[in-house]
């Protein structure tokens, strides 16, 4: 493949890009994988209040997971507002972390911001991580953890037909891996989709991955490392599952509505935008948003720069519409 010049940065974020590459750099082996783990690597996971100063009473509730495997975790955010008088919506969260890092905790901010500004509950699980855990165990645990909290909608007093599905990076693939799977299963039908610069691709083989590689948040070796994880050999191969890699789904149709935003700047530009073409092309709605100059996950690298507010604002005004209808 030609690879041709990538995208300049956004000069606002190539510059927080240059305060953190030393502590996150852009390529990821499994050895560093397991130095991160182990305390002694670079640390990508920032720790959050996730009582948002007391806007959310927090729970961690252990609930089954999928038959014959082990229980799962759930952490639970509700508003200590008032109970307004319907059931409130809720959002599901997946963490991102390259299907390797992360736990329930991991980029929850944004989705409890959103959670306080539009009176929802939160409720994140912990999915088991590769390579001890491969596919199908992540999806599993993120499915067995929907469909417990629609079932147990009457005593978290939610909404089961006001269900948002969202993740981002891994934490996006997953989301959307989990959207085709409850079509599929003809399980609880969320009433949208939410995917973060989703990692949905395990052929790694677009221009933005090769444009990219060495630069910026999780280039194209740190996605081989996630993806092998995942997958092992079967990576990059003809018979890779769409409920692992959902850019492998042929049938994207009778989805829920998916917002879908990505960085022009990342890995993960090109396979973004073509599901969201996909997905029209099938009839369904998405909106999409490149945002130009921005690297992988720069909305909570930076938050305080002006491309990420505009993204922040686009998510929350994509829930609201949504909550809406």
Request: negative net charge.
């Amino acid at each position: 493949m030609t690879t041709t010049s990538p995208p300049p940065f956004d000069p606002e974020l190539s510059a927080a890009l240059e305060l953190i590459k030393e502590s996150i750099p852009p390529s990821l082996t499994i050895e560093d994988i397991r130095a991160i783990r182990r305390g002694d690597g670079p640390q990508l996971i920032a720790e959050t209040d996730v009582t948002l100063g007391g806007a959310f009473s927090v729970e961690d509730r252990v609930v089954p997971g999928p038959e014959g495997a082990p229980d799962i975790s759930l952490l639970i955010c509700r508003p200590t507002t008032p109970a307004p008088e319907r059931p409130r919506a809720v959002i599901y969260h997946s963490h991102g972390g390259g299907m390797v890092l992360g736990d329930k905790r991991t980029g929850i901010e944004p989705v409890l911001e959103w959670g306080r500004e539009l009176d929802l509950v939160v409720v994140s699980v912990e999915y088991r991580l590769a390579p001890e855990h491969p596919h199908p165990a992540p999806i599993e645990d993120v499915y067995a953890g929907l469909v417990w909290t629609v079932d147990h909608a009457a005593e978290l007093d939610i909404d089961p037909e006001r269900v948002v599905i969202a993740g981002g990076s891994a934490g996006g693939g997953l989301t959307a891996a989990l959207a085709l799977l409850l079509r599929d299963r003809k399980g609880p039908r969320p009433l949208g989709q939410l995917l973060l610069c989703p990692m949905l691709d395990d052929r790694n083989d677009t221009v933005s991955a090769h444009q990219m590689a060495g630069l910026g948040v999780w280039d194209r070796t740190s996605n081989d490392t996630g993806w092998t994880a995942l997958l092992g050999d079967a990576r990059g191969g003809p018979d890779v599952s769409p409920y692992a890699a959902p850019a492998r789904a042929t049938d994207l149709s009778d989805l829920p509505p998916a917002f879908i935003d990505v960085g022009s700047a990342e890995t993960f530009r090109d396979e973004d935008v073509t599901y969201a073409t996909r997905i029209w092309q099938s009839g369904g709605t998405a909106e999409l948003h490149v945002w130009p100059g921005a690297f992988h996950g720069f909305d909570g690298f930076a938050p305080q720069a002006l491309l990420s507010q505009a993204a922040r604002s686009a998510q929350v005004g994509w829930l609201r519409r949504l909550l809406a209808e």
